[in-house]
């Protein structure tokens, strides 16, 4: 059992406030903080306190007593899993995350070409998948996730009336599906500067245009284009919005990305687990490396539908687990009361496997029976290790939510618990 302090990632798109806020730290803080990094990614693992060691080494050193045997055994003794706290005051890059064996080829084939293991060109930066869950923290979480319905978007370019982008109306609308999808994703992401720089400020002025005339329920998603066009004026990503859904996350509100679905996230603060990648195909609303044709390669065209996934209530009513296909990580929020006036107040675990607790509101305290105490500050976070024993979880504020991240549990270990 350990505390864990979260590594900050200064990325351009990042909050002044709300990560420094988070952490009790004064506000705004002299740079964007973007992400908090909870997790053992060698890019920024999380340092343990009062040591000065930090989770991967401590892992590196003792793999089977971090993680436990099944787990180190089928992740090659790595953490499987990686939680971020995410503050984006900007939007972030337009991207999307490798399958398994597109990651392991993609990231031998950039090896073999002989880039370094920071080259800014690189695509793959290890050889793992990437599915990820974003959870909102904050209200009006916003982002454009997965293509949407098609013959929904030709409704969107109808009411947008811009003829620069009737041809991409008329391959939607004669096929309506991921054929459709793909011919006019891949031509806006291809057509030359010149011809992107007059359509851009013509689709800009169609959404004006509509916002102008009142409700519109491609309101919201019109509203996000138009801010896209302002901070990438000559930007393709900027007419991909067009073609994504859009949605607006409230508190404990989620969304699972699988591999291949396109995505931006827009503004908001949210946490996040993943496989412990880094592995991201960017197709554009960023200052960062872009591989258009690597992206085409990965990317699930298949619309999908807009639903959020809601957690199933588990444990007592404290622990709210999110269901994703996803095998290295689980996702659960918890929300105890430390007034004594309502239940639940604590919650114990006694499952197997490596555990992180995020706490994101007040205080929380766990407690090993007849051992260790640690209290963990609202921006922390707790590790638990595979050999730790069972420790019961208390609020220790009138009001603590935490986020557990674990590895859900096979059958085999059900069966055998
Ligand atoms: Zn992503």
């Known amino acids: 059992m350990k505390v864990l302090k979260g590594e900050v990632r200064p990325y351009a798109w990042g909050s002044r406030t709300a990560i420094a806020e988070f952490q009790g730290r004064p506000s705004p803080s002299p740079h964007p903080e973007a992400e908090l990094w909870f997790g053992a990614h060698p890019a ?4 343990l306190d009062g040591d000065s060691s930090d989770l991967l080494a401590m892992i590196d050193a003792d793999p089977v007593a971090a993680l436990g045997e099944p787990t180190a055994q089928s992740y090659e003794r790595r953490l499987p899993f990686l939680v971020k706290i995410l503050a984006a005051e900007e939007p972030l890059s337009l991207q999307a995350h490798p399958s398994a064996e597109q990651a392991r080829i993609g990231f031998a084939a950039e090896n073999r070409a002989g880039l370094a293991a920071d080259d800014p060109r690189r695509n793959y930066r290890d050889s793992w998948h990437k599915p990820e869950i974003v959870v909102a923290l904050g209200e009006d979480f916003e982002a454009l996730a997965g293509f949407r319905d098609p013959a929904e978007t030709v409704d969107l370019l109808r009411t947008l009336q811009v003829p620069g982008l009737d041809s991409a109306l008329g391959m939607l609308a004669g096929s309506p599906d991921a054929d459709g999808l793909r011919a006019v994703f891949t031509t ?7 011809v992107i720089a007059e359509l851009i400020p013509q689709v800009l002025s169609g959404a004006v ?3 102008g005339r009142g409700e519109s329920r491609f309101a919201g998603q019109l509203r996000a284009v138009l801010g896209l066009g302002e901070a990438y004026p000559n930007d393709p990503g900027v007419l991909a ?3 994504l859904n859009y949605l607006v ?8 990305l699988p591999a291949g679905n396109l995505h931006a996230y827009l503004h908001g603060t949210a946490v996040e687990a993943m496989a412990n990648s880094d592995n991201v195909l960017r197709g554009g609303l960023t200052p960062k490396h872009i591989d258009v044709p690597e992206l085409l390669r990965v990317l699930d065209f298949q619309p999908v539908s807009r639903d959020k996934l809601m957690p199933t209530v588990e444990a007592l009513g404290a622990e709210r687990i999110y269901r994703t296909p996803a095998p290295e990580f689980q996702l659960s929020r918890v929300e105890l009361d430390g007034t004594g006036l309502r239940n639940p107040g604590s919650i114990s675990f ?3 496997g490596p555990q992180i607790l995020t706490v994101t509101t007040g205080r929380i305290e766990a407690v090993i029976p007849d ?3 640690c209290v963990v500050e609202c921006g922390e976070a707790l590790w638990l290790s595979d050999d730790d024993p069972d420790v019961i979880v208390h609020a220790a504020s009138s009001h603590a939510v935490f986020f557990r991240s674990r590895v859900p549990l096979s059958m085999e270990q059900v069966t055998a618990n």
């Open 249 to 256: 996350l409230q508190p404990g509100e989620a969304i699972y």
């Open 371 to 373: 051992g260790e105490r």
């Open 241 to 243: 919005a067009l073609l």
């Open 188 to 194: 806006w992401l291809t057509l030359p500067d010149r």
């Open 209 to 211: 245009e509509v916002l």
């Open 350 to 352: 006694d499952m197997p």
């Open 44 to 47: 920024s693992p999380a340092r």
